[in-house]
């Protein structure tokens, strides 16, 4: 069946945002009195959203109150420096522009919260090339739950099956699985490319562009 829509992950598929969301998670560390955490130890933990993010690094048995205000001082931080070292990664704005010109819907949808989604994108010239672009809001559940795919599928009258879904961790290909989408994994963001082979998660590509050869 053609693909009328791509979905999009952001943090490791689209934007390498893992200096931003580091330097948020230090701040908050430090402001609490915890040591810092190098970049590779922050990047383990993200993709589950922003309370998993921060359970990771401090351990599941924090008090719920210190969790409550780490994350106060993540977002606080992160809303103020949101793209300071962020890069969009190489081929995803030609990729972008391709799939619009093939007229085939182009989605975001991120475990990161809406507010921080929203601010990474429109500062990266991101925002407009997008049908819809979503993070995690209050009344949404995260990835790879399909209550975070499913009524936006409705909404734009797209059935599962003509859904592709690219992203870089597990909820992705999960959530791709639970509705009954395809998936193609990039070998460059969290989860590395020998993951997916094992897997046997579909197709993987080193470069976003690599899908227009598959779906136009």
């Known amino acids: 069946m053609p693909v009328r829509l791509v979905v999009f992950d952001l943090d490791g598929t689209l934007v390498d945002t893992f200096g931003d969301i580091a330097g948020a998670t230090n701040f908050a560390l430090a402001q609490s009195g915890r040591e810092t955490l190098s970049l590779s130890e922050i990047r383990n933990h993200v993709g589950r959203g922003l309370r998993n993010l921060i359970k990771g690094v401090l351990g599941e048995e924090t008090d ?3 969790m409550e205000q780490t994350m106060e001082n993540v977002i606080r931080y992160y809303s103020e420096h949101p793209t300071d070292h962020s890069i969009v990664y190489p ?3 030609e990729a972008l522009s391709a799939l619009e010109k093939a007229e085939i819907d182009r989605g975001l949808l991120s475990n990161k919260m809406d507010l921080l989604v ?3 994108i429109g500062n990266l010239n991101l925002a407009e090339r997008f ?3 979503r993070g995690k809001a209050d009344d949404t559940p995260l990835k790879p739950d399909v209550g ?3 009524p936006l599928l409705h909404s734009l009258e797209v059935a599962p099956e003509e859904c592709l879904v690219v992203g870089d961790s597990l909820p992705d290909y999960e959530l791709a699985k639970n509705i009954g989408a395809d998936f193609c ?3 460059y963001g969290i989860e590395p490319r020998e993951v997916w082979e094992d897997l046997d998660s579909g197709w993987v590509v080193d470069d ?3 899908i227009l050869e598959q779906i136009i």
């Open 64 to 66: 719920d109150q210190f």
């Open 91 to 93: 081929g995803v704005f």
């Open 118 to 120: 929203q601010k990474v």
């Open 131 to 133: 049908t819809f672009a």
């Open 148 to 150: 975070a795919l499913l």
């Open 185 to 187: 994994a990039v070998s």
């Open 208 to 210: 976003v562009r690599e």
